[in-house]
């Protein structure tokens, strides 16, 4: 995430994009974790579409782990900000980086209780399709997102959906478009202003 300001310097709405990374980062994580423990099954109902969703989802994770802390790491990151600077205050874009990270959090929560069910690698898909493609933000530090067909791994999930024999997951794809789609609008106008009273403190994902 940290590159030479003399190479490229970052505007708020790279940092918007570091912050959608930082979720979907933390997402994929604990999703791959689950499927791991066979807790999660990505299951739309055709083998070909899970497995072929399921490998793009490990190798966004793997293109992300180089470049992309998870909430996790961004809550102890800015602890040892705030610890080092006596003030407790953190640098602007540090802060504006909690500031959209925290947004986001909280729109899903409103969308989503603690506990319901989810599709999480729609929503990854999801909100990188938005963000990416419809409203054509810049991801020129994150070039292997362009690497990925969004549209076509998403198109399973519009086939899954027009399956009648499943109500229930086709009711719940649309959900997740909903979800996806109030979060990429709340990170689009949200808008971070400097605090100089404020304490940054990062929401649990």
Request: proline letters at 2%.
């Amino acid at each position: 995430m940290n590159l030479n300001p003399q190479i490229k310097i970052k505007l708020l709405r790279d940092i918007k994009t570091d912050a959608l990374l930082i979720y979907i980062k933390t997402v994929v994580e604990e999703l791959l974790e689950n499927i791991k423990k066979n807790d999660y099954k990505i299951d739309l109902g055709y083998e070909d579409f899970n497995k072929e969703i399921e490998e793009n989802i490990r190798n966004l994770n793997n293109e992300l782990s180089l470049t992309i802390i998870n909430a996790y790491e961004l809550k102890a990151f800015i602890s040892y900000q705030q610890f080092k600077n006596k003030n407790n205050k953190l640098l602007p874009n540090d802060e504006a980086l909690v500031f959209y990270y925290n947004a986001l959090v909280k729109q899903i929560e409103s969308h989503l209780i603690e506990g319901a069910l989810w599709i999480p690698e729609q929503i990854i898909l999801s909100l990188l399709s938005e963000w990416i493609l419809e409203e054509e933000k810049c991801i020129d530090f994150y070039p292997f997102l362009k690497n990925f067909d969004y549209l076509r791994l998403l198109s399973f999930y519009e086939m899954a959906r027009n399956n009648e024999q499943n109500p229930h997951l086709k009711d719940n794809i649309s959900k997740m478009y909903k979800i996806s789609s109030s979060m990429i609008d709340k990170l689009k106008n949200s808008k971070y202003k400097i605090n100089t009273t404020r304490k940054s403190k990062v929401r649990k994902k």
